[in-house]
């Protein structure tokens, strides 16, 4: 089954833009967002800022890639921790996002049988240190795409 997934962590605000988060973590984003508006005609204007690291590196687990992740964070949790304490009694806060497309064949990789087994994975003491130290939320998206196969 073709599997494409990937893991960031992300810092969002109504209030902070990702120009200030950057200043008080002290390292570049992957990606950002700007706040906007909560029209979506003609396209989908986000409702937050937000400041993502992300790891979409394929062939490795969730696990490989939450820590791909958090590596780069880790030299910078207390700076993190300090903003997150202060994003969430603003409204905003911060979250672990791991999103998982299953059955998502527009993404099949050449040699994809050799691929490594990426079903199963687990969430070590040290993730969970940083996810209880900095008081970010976890949330994994799951996506069945075989659905949008007309094919099958």
Not at 29 to 35: F, K, L
Not at 41 to 52: N, Q
Request: glycine share 8%; net charge negative.
């Amino acid at each position: 089954m073709p599997l494409h997934q990937y893991a960031y962590f992300a810092l969002f605000s109504q209030h902070t833009s990702a120009d200030d988060m950057t200043s008080q973590v002290g390292i570049a984003p992957d990606e950002v967002t700007v706040r906007g508006s909560r029209f979506t005609e003609p396209t989908a204007i986000p409702v937050d800022h937000s400041w993502m690291v992300v790891c979409r590196e394929p062939g490795l687990s969730v696990d490989e890639q939450i820590t791909r992740v958090l590596d780069r964070l880790q030299p910078h949790i207390d700076r993190i921790s300090d903003l997150i304490g202060y994003l969430t009694g603003t409204g905003g806060g911060a979250v672990l996002q791991v999103v998982r497309y299953f059955n998502a064949t527009d993404q099949a990789q050449p040699g994809e049988a050799a691929a490594p087994n990426l079903f199963g994975w687990h969430l070590d003491r040290k993730v969970l240190d940083f996810l209880r130290t900095t008081g970010a939320e976890l949330d994994i998206d799951e996506y069945d795409m075989a659905g949008d196969d007309p094919a099958g």
